[in-house]
Nanobody
Framework: QVQLVESGGGLVQAGGSLRLSCAAS????????MGWYRQAPGKERELVAA???????YYADSVKGRFTISRDNAKSTVYLQMNSLKPEDTAVYYC????????????????WGQGTQVTVSS
């Protein structure tokens, strides 16, 4: 089993930055692809960024150039650096672990965190 705990969410003004962290415990996550999903009220869940065990990355078009995903396997932690935030980035952000980036894109994950709220004011 893997437990994922997100942190770093909060309230920020448009144009600001936040860094989300996802700390993993239990089985080692270095072999998993890790991703960040978000879900806003009334909207479908969206994969915004993912990183493979080898360091390859995926970004949704809506966040390309603004968000950066990274991982520190020694700390079993994944990060999401969010810059130039927009009100439409407001959502609950969830960390997930899966076998491959391609599977995360399909919404097929093995483990899921409890989420952290990000609110961007205009």
């Amino acid at each position: 089993q893997v437990q994922l705990v997100e942190s770093g969410g909060g309230l920020v003004q448009a144009g600001g930055s936040l860094r989300l962290s996802c700390a993993a415990s239990g089985r080692t996550v270095s072999a998993y692809a890790m991703g960040w999903y978000r879900q806003a009220p009334g909207k479908e869940r969206e994969l915004v960024a993912a990183i493979s065990s080898g360091g390859s990355t995926y970004y949704a078009d809506s966040v390309k150039g603004r968000f950066t995903i990274s991982r520190d396997n020694a700390k079993s932690t994944v990060y999401l650096q969010m810059n130039s935030l927009k009100p439409e980035d407001t959502a609950v952000y969830y960390c997930a672990a899966g076998a491959l980036i391609e599977l995360l894109i399909q919404g097929r994950y093995n483990y899921w965190g409890q989420g952290t709220q990000v609110t961007v004011s205009s």
